[in-house]
């Protein structure tokens, strides 16, 4: 029911910028999870970014603090994720994910999230 979908990937040289977009339709929670994961071939799935509803309050990776920004437009029941000084360490594909029930005080772990967008690719050559 719930259905993230992401956009704005693509391929930007390093030390650019990119932003991506997560519309997630058919939101009815009062309370919920929401925020980026990336995942490289052959690397586990990575929790980049994420907030919950109820504060808003963002936690990041280590490897892109003072880099990325996520953000949201609850009017246009979309959350984005500002990129900025991009890294061949950043390629992989992000997925937007959503959850009501994510435990914990952070909310970057992805095997707790059940409702996941297709993915976009985000590419930074070396």
């Known amino acids: 029911q719930v259905r993230p979908v992401e956009s704005g990937g693509g391929v930007v040289k390093s030390g650019g910028s990119l932003r991506l977009s997560c519309v997630v339709s058919?939101?009815?929670?009062?309370?919920?999870?929401i925020g980026w994961f990336r995942q490289a071939p052959g690397k586990e799935r990575e929790g980049v970014s994420c907030f919950r509803s109820r504060d808003g309050r963002p936690s990041y990776a280590d490897s892109v603090k003072g880099r990325f920004t996520i953000s949201r437009d609850n009017a246009k029941s979309t959350v984005y994720l500002q990129m900025d000084s991009l890294r061949p360490d950043d390629t992989a594909v992000y997925y937007c994910?959503?959850?009501?029930?994510?435990?914990?005080?952070?909310?970057?772990?992805?095997?707790?999230?059940?409702?996941w967008g297709q993915g976009t690719q985000v590419t930074v050559p070396s």
């Open positions: 994910a959503i959850d009501p029930n994510i435990p914990g005080t952070d909310c970057r772990e992805a095997n707790f999230f059940d409702h």
């Open positions: 058919g939101l009815t929670w009062d309370e919920y999870a």
